[in-house]
């Protein structure tokens, strides 16, 4: 059905000299890992407004632990797909630079990416908020246990970016550079509705690049920003995307 844009967008990346891809909670739905959307999903018990600011973790941590352990346990338990597989593969292929991904699962790295810019930092690190102190989540009990700082005793923070946080910095570098040198952009599982992230497919279109969407549905992007859309599950166009340009490599 999509055969043509599946076709075309090969094309786009053979002759492209900087793809970059931009990736969000869609492509993990396969592996396992509720979207805001996905239907009986965790977010459906947790308000993301006040679960995921950092407001409501900072007036009650405990609580908001209740919600993360969830998280933690659906990631531990996820494995990347065809789609996180296929992308690893374009980068190892020479045909993609980075992925800038607003997840905070850790897949892309799992399915063997090498350039990651992790935009919404990682659930693989807990944080102190009041003495900064930085560890590996796995070295903590947090299903059976809220986790203190070994330092000062706080309630430590995955690291990944709640609403009413920044950007980390060097990722916020790197990824706009990259949108600013990119003559390619494929944004992919994602509705690019949440701000900072949602302005590198505009930044990349300012400074001349092509704008390609695979999503499930159509995106506010969607016949503004992207050039197309390839309407599917990422775990089936991507390795599709990546054998049309084998074919062409080879022929
Ligand atoms: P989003 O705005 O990225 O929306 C998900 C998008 O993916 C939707 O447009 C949907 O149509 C599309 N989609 C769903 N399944 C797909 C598939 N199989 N193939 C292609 N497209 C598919 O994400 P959100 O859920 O609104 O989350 C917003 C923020 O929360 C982001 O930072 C997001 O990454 C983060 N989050 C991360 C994870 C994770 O780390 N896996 C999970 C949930 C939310
Ligand atoms: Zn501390």
Request: some cysteine; proline content about 6%; glycine content about 8%.
């Amino acid at each position: 059905m999509e055969e043509d844009t599946i076709r075309r967008l090969a094309g786009d990346i053979f002759h492209s000299k900087k793809t970059i891809a931009l990736t969000g909670a869609g492509i993990s739905v396969e592996s396992g890992i509720p979207d805001f959307r996905s239907a009986g999903g965790l977010w459906s018990r947790y308000d993301p407004e006040e679960y995921a600011h950092i407001d409501g973790f900072k007036r009650d941590p405990e609580k908001i632990w209740n919600m993360l352990r969830e998280i933690i346990t659906v990631i531990e338990a996820a494995a990347p797909n065809p789609g996180h597989k296929a992308l690893s593969q374009l980068e190892e292929m020479g045909y993609l630079s980075s992925v800038i991904t607003q997840n905070v699962d850790g897949l892309h790295q799992a399915a063997g990416s090498k350039r990651v810019i992790e935009f919404h930092g990682t659930n693989r690190y807990l944080v102190c908020l009041r003495c900064n102190y930085r560890g590996e989540t796995e070295a903590f009990d947090t299903q059976n246990e809220v986790p203190v700082c070994p330092n000062c005793g706080a309630v430590l923070k995955p690291d990944v970016v709640f609403f009413g946080e920044p950007i980390p910095l060097d990722a916020m570098q790197e990824a706009f550079e990259e949108a600013r040198q990119a003559d390619l952009v494929l944004v992919i599982g994602t509705s690019a509705v949440v701000f900072p992230a949602s302005s590198i497919p505009s930044t990349a279109r300012d400074h001349g690049a092509k704008v390609v969407e695979i999503n499930l549905e159509e995106t506010p992007l969607t016949g503004a920003i992207s050039d197309y859309l390839i309407k599917g599950a990422a775990g089936e166009i991507l390795p599709e995307v990546v054998a049309r340009l084998q074919d062409l490599i080879g022929g």
